[in-house]
């Protein structure tokens, strides 16, 4: 059949017409729509409280003790979980996909584990917190990917910059004042006041310190993204401001572990790719300027003092570096001899102790690793590995799929992140773990959703080149521009 110029053109317009009912359609199956910024405010509460329930518990005398205490500890887990009240925003990715594939034996192998070390021991306060930070959090991150799917990371990023520069300058103002002094308290009674030569070991707004020296590698792992998507040389100035304030809150801590952590992800970052390196570089004009700025309105001098507090700290410390970044690993085999199926689930918490015995402390080995084998044994540790291993996994998938060289440099900024943390005290440290599983929700649901809908194909959608055919001679003369049709539209 043939049709003449006005009769093709009505038919074009009909086919426009209705392919824009589906393509609407499946912008709000695929594509973020009205859901998706009220579900990234749920989880900017979440990373809030995890960095402020501390906060609420020393200054608000309702959070301060009985149920409303614990109801403020686990807020931040709370709202994390509301996020499964969303519906979904995408299908699972295949980098999400390859985390599930982990994660689902992983869980397996340590819910298993506690079963048979519940036999030699059960603590229940404990076997909560144990639970809650092996199993829940990385299951309700899984979930609430597809449901946090096209979520800006470089907003989460600026958001935990803010908190990390906050702090830094509270964790500054901590560390010069008395140890009896109402801002150095903590949030439990009783509790001695770390104090050394150099000042107070600041606590920030959080309960203890292992909380600002989280939000030290936190603090960090934004600068890099910051650095990594910035388009601007003021965007390069906020980054570095970032990176500073990050390796500051470490510093407040006067411990090495969250310093050495600090650099181990920026090396990590720098030199496992090119493309790190290329984005360090168009930022060092920036990096010139934050200098110049700092040395000319005393924030170095700020550097140098917690520097010098930190040496001196180390050189009286009865531990090497060695025994305390490796020593655990010695202690994970003597572990392993002594209780192969674990001694007691949930008796290695800090929690657990304490509401057992009424004093906070450790139950035999101090480093993470001997610890989840006390409570797990060795079906637990593979578990907790698979787990640990599954999330680098499924980013290391997402970095293979990413397009530009932004998106892949914060994708290695989130695997450097996640290293030293899953070897660290993720299982006993309830700040580091809801860290951990929210930022790598928001990193998978960042990478999961193609933002520039121009690129994009949606289901259904017919165009006027497709109709003509001369998109499919497009396509078969691999994208040279085609003859002439015999019978186009512009042709009588």
Known sequence: MNLNQSELADVLSEQQTGAQIPSRKARRRGIPGAAVPKAGLILMLALAMVVLEGAFRKWVPLFGEGYWKYLMYFSKEIIFAALLLFPKQSQPTP??????KWLMPGCALLGLGALVSSFHGFNPVGALLTTRAAIVLPVVALLAVPRLAGLP???VALWLALFTIVNFALGVEQNRLPADHILNRYSETGMNIVEVESGVRATGTF???????SLSSVGIWAGLILMGLAKTQWQRIGAWATLAAGFGCGLVTVSRGPVVVGVAIVAGWLFLSRESISVATRGLIAGIFCVIVASGTGITPVFSELGEGLMQRSEGASDTFNER??????????ALKMAPLGNGFGTQQVGGVYAATGEAGFNGFESPLPRLV???????????????AGAILAL????????????RAA?????MLLLPMFYGNLIFDHTASAFVWMIFAVVMAGVGVKTKQKSETLPGEVTKADFTGQGKRKREDGGRRPQEAPHSVTRK
């Open 325 to 334: 970044a490796f020593g655990q690993l010695n202690e994970t085999v003597s």
């Open 153 to 155: 990371v470089r907003r």
């Open 396 to 407: 290391q998938r997402a970095k293979r799929q990413m397009p530009s060289a932004g998106g």
């Open 411 to 415: 994708l290695l900024a989130t695997q």
């Open 207 to 213: 309960s203890y310190i292992t909380g600002i020296g």
């Open 374 to 388: 006390m409570e797990t044994g060795a079906l637990g540790l593979i578990g907790y590995l698979l787990v640990c």
């Open 95 to 100: 980098a999400l996909k390859v985390f599930e």
